[in-house]
């Protein structure tokens, strides 16, 4: 399928958490359905979700808190058990089932967890560039103690990909741009519950759990989880496949979109 | 009008490039390359020698405060002074001033109901209980609390403390973040219900809203002084009578940086390294230490994204000198006259019942702040003890029985 979904996806919004929650979804493309598992600054609908949802429909929740959802809804959850659970919620409330599941960075951890805790719930794993594990000789970046203004250059070996130019360019209306970056660091806040000081809660102990095919995807030169973390995510979990994608940092995905794109897709319909 | 010193204890001795040479006075200053222990044990009694100094002077209260590696000014436990100077004051009217505690990072936070009350009993009832919610640096960074849970913590907090404070009841706390099977403190405080409350704040609004909500002494601690306060200062102003409460100056806590001597030139040549120092090493805070995201809460940020913008200073310190810090008010500096004059300006402009000074400045040395004291408690301070009385205001943030004015004393050498 070729379907454009320049529009943009759509949101859609879920009473879950019994009625404590309104989680916000995005949703687009057609095809089986898929979920996306988004990064600590929150959802933005770049590149490469369009081209996942050439081929399947991208579920898209967004932790709650961030980008559309109540600012507050954050302050419903304790812990990261609390946010697996409501992810949980969610996927009841969305129906789905033996799905294919993604997420990159933090979202990578969420989606890590959620295949931990529901081996059976998913088909599928590809975790890009996820935190979730601690070398101490060798430790994840604190992305939230770094400059707003260094952030491209931490997260980005390439910022001349035209998918990177197109996630970095600024709204034009002053308004819009307040807001964008209000959210934007108010993402890295609500995110920051389950990361702070580091983002390592334990998954090392469940990572085994995961029972799926697992796509690791890994930008060679990433400064905010260093390659090297593959390795410890690969001896986890079970038969996981590593890709290492040269000139890439930690969002491989848009930084060398041209070929990432085209091995998930080859691994999730394989 | 009730007037404390206030005393950071920063490290004296930092290199003159300092700020060139490191990336920030908080967090990350090596210990091990700028720093001598001996010469720290130094400070902390010097701390404590100024404080009581001022005490006997004629001050009405010394007050310390937490904080964490950092050369700003470390007193890990403010407690530990606090325990010192209320011994060290039995006897004399004088209040310990703990601005103090920070909430969410002591834990369980029945430890600071307890060490409070051991205060309030060693002291005869002489503590002002101040409830911090700590700065960015101290919880997220040195203490590790994730940045958006920190005011959640914080109430949590105060809500159990104040119950462990007053309950007649032993009970069971379910907390978010706390649990306890028996909470029954011991020692319990002299004042009762409760020693009186100051809620430090930087001008949030949140903050403001929880200080008058609980009638509170506000304590807006700026190092900018009084010009730069007034707009934070009337919006304070303006939620208590939103909030229906009485305009009693009391409620009011300001912090100023305050250099006397006996001419204005004189007090130039004392004291202008000193409070260079101040503004150019002990506030070299990297920002991304003083704004971690999740720290202002959504209302907060959005307020400040529409208003100022992230992270932008309002004032670039490094390329002030003494003479800008003093003609902005941050610093009011000068002779007995000129500060006098100055201070009483402020306290009425601002409103202010409950001044703090801060008389200990950088690198003032032990025998510059000493004459800082003296000149300060004899020659100032009391032209400025009657500024309020006309008006006929209770001090209901002060201990009950200290709340008389202090007789005037001769300065102890």
């Not at chain 1, 989606?111 to 890009?128: D, Q």
């Not at chain 2, 941050?330 to 009483?344: K, N, Y």
Request: aromatic letters at 10%.
């Amino acid at each position: 399928m070729t379907e454009s979904v320049a529009a943009g996806p759509r949101g859609l919004f879920l009473e879950v958490w019994q009625g404590r929650l309104r989680a916000s979804v995005k949703v687009a493309g057609q095809g089986p359905p898929l979920l996306y598992c988004h990064a600590a600054a929150g959802l933005r609908w770049d590149d490469f979700l369009d081209g996942l949802a050439r081929h399947f429909t991208v579920y898209a929740p967004e932790l709650p808190g961030t980008g559309d959802s109540d600012p507050h809804d954050i302050y419903q959850l304790d812990s990261l058990w609390d946010l697996v659970l409501v992810l949980g919620d969610v996927l009841d409330a969305l129906k789905l089932q033996g799905v294919p599941l993604v997420g990159h960075s933090f979202g990578g951890m969420v989606a890590a967890e959620l295949a931990a805790h529901w081996p059976e719930r998913f088909s599928k794993l590809v975790l890009i560039a996820p935190v979730g594990l601690w070398r101490e000789e060798r430790p994840v970046t604190n992305w939230m103690a770094v400059p707003i203004e260094q952030m491209p250059s931490l997260m980005f070996r390439d910022l001349s990909a035209p998918a990177v130019q197109k996630l970095l360019a600024l709204p034009q209306d002053q308004e819009e741009l307040v807001l964008a970056q209000a959210k934007l660091v108010w993402a890295l806040g609500c995110s920051g519950k389950f990361v702070w000081p580091i983002p390592d809660r334990g998954l090392h102990k469940r990572l085994h759990r995961v029972r799926v095919p697992t796509l690791l995807v890994w930008g060679r030169d990433d400064a905010v989880v260093p390659v090297e973390y593959a390795q410890d995510f690969a001896a986890y979990i079970q038969g996981a496949r590593t890709l290492v994608v040269e000139g890439a940092g930690h969002v491989p995905q848009l930084e060398r979109l041209d070929q990432v794109l085209p091995a998930v897709l080859e691994f999730l319909r394989g | 009008m009730k007037i404390s010193m206030f005393h950071l204890m920063p490290y004296r001795d930092l290199p003159p490039d300092f700020e060139q040479r490191y990336h920030s006075v908080w967090v990350d200053p090596p210990w091990w390359e700028l720093a001598d222990a001996e010469r720290v044990g130094q400070y902390y009694n010097w701390t404590l020698d100024e404080l009581v100094y001022a005490a006997r002077a004629g001050l009405d209260g010394m007050c310390t405060n937490e904080h964490h590696q950092n050369a700003y000014g470390f007193m890990p436990s403010p407690n530990l002074m606090g325990a010192a100077l209320a011994k060290a004051t039995n006897g004399l009217d004088v209040a310990i001033v703990q601005m103090g505690s920070t909430l969410p990072t002591t834990n369980p936070p029945i430890r600071v109901a307890e060490e409070y009350a051991m205060l309030d009993c060693i002291s005869g009832g002489r503590l002002v209980a101040g409830m911090p919610l700590g700065t960015p640096m101290d919880v997220n960074y040195c203490y590790g609390i994730p940045p958006i849970e920190q005011r959640e913590r914080y109430r949590e907090a105060h809500d159990l403390i104040l119950k462990a404070w007053t309950s007649k009841e032993i009970f069971a706390w379910n907390g978010r973040y706390w649990q306890l099977p028996m909470v029954n403190p011991w020692p319990r405080p002299i004042q009762q219900p409760h020693p009186p409350v100051w809620v430090p704040g930087s001008g949030s609004i949140t903050t403001w809203d929880f200080a008058i909500d609980h009638d509170y002494c506000y304590c807006f601690l700026s190092y900018f002084g009084g010009q730069w306060a007034q707009g934070v200062v009337d919006g304070y102003w303006a939620r208590v009578q939103e909030k229906g409460k009485d305009l009693n100056p009391y409620r009011l806590g300001f912090l100023q940086l305050v250099a006397v001597s006996e001419t204005d030139a004189r007090a130039e040549e004392e004291y202008a390294p000193h409070v260079e120092y101040f503004y150019h090493k002990c506030l070299h805070v990297a920002r991304e230490f003083a704004f971690p995201p999740g720290h202002h809460d959504w209302e907060s940020l959005l307020h400040m994204a529409r208003t100022r913008g992230f992270g932008a200073l309002t004032m670039n310190l490094r390329e002030m000198g003494y003479r800008d810090f003093v003609k902005q008010g941050c610093v009011i500096a000068g002779s007995p006259a000129t500060v006098r004059d100055q201070l009483r300006e402020v306290i009425k402009r601002l409103r202010v019942g409950n001044l703090m000074v801060l008389l200990h400045i950088g690198s003032m040395p032990h025998q510059l702040t000493l004459k800082n004291i003296d000149l300060f408690a004899r020659e100032v301070l009391p032209h400025l003890r009657d500024i309020w009385d006309d008006e006929g205001w209770e001090n209901h943030w002060w201990p009950q029985r200290l709340r008389a004015p202090r007789q005037p004393q001769p300065a102890a050498q």
